[in-house]
């Protein structure tokens, strides 16, 4: 079967420039602030953001690594939308519009969890326990941006 082919849009170009930008802004904020950052930094948070584990800071390169791996296979990813569980049956009519649909909800995702990764970089060299938002926010960005997309690809069955 042919791969099909996805036109990029502003939105796919902009988002994905974002994600890159945050990575590389990660790396040189650690690269930049590397000795003002304490020898022990929080190395795990619980459901509530209290401070669990201590670790070293060299394991600050860690989560933003994370998050260029997971940038790397999402992005590939993205590249072959006929993989793709859409929940709807895709036909000749309706293909162009579910798959622009589902990469955007793709590249909205990605964005999302290399903000996230690269927050909790910058918010654990700090050493302070994570704000009480944290994770509501996470989830509310998460699962809304899910919904959104999930009912806009609905109305295309």
């Known amino acids: 079967m042919k791969r099909p082919e996805i036109k990029r849009t502003p939105y796919h170009i902009i988002m994905n420039t974002l994600g890159i930008l945050v990575l590389v802004g990660t790396y040189l904020f650690l690269a930049l602030s590397w000795k003002q950052i304490p020898n022990q930094i929080p190395g795990h948070y619980n459901g509530s953001g209290e401070i669990n584990r201590w670790a070293s800071k060299a394991e600050l390169w860690i989560l933003p690594s994370i ?38 909800m793709v590249v909205t995702l990605k964005l999302i969890l290399v903000l996230t990764f690269s927050f909790l970089t910058v918010w654990s060299s700090l050493s302070r326990p994570l704000p ?6 996470f989830l509310v960005l998460l699962f809304g941006t899910l919904a959104i997309f999930i009912v806009a690809l609905l109305k295309k069955r």
């Open 67 to 104: 998050g260029v791996f997971l940038y790397a296979m999402i992005s590939l990813f993205e590249h072959f939308p006929q993989t793709w569980n859409t929940g709807i049956a895709v036909t000749e009519e309706n293909r162009e519009e579910v798959y622009r649909i589902l990469k955007n």
């Open 132 to 137: 009480v938002w944290f994770l509501p926010l």
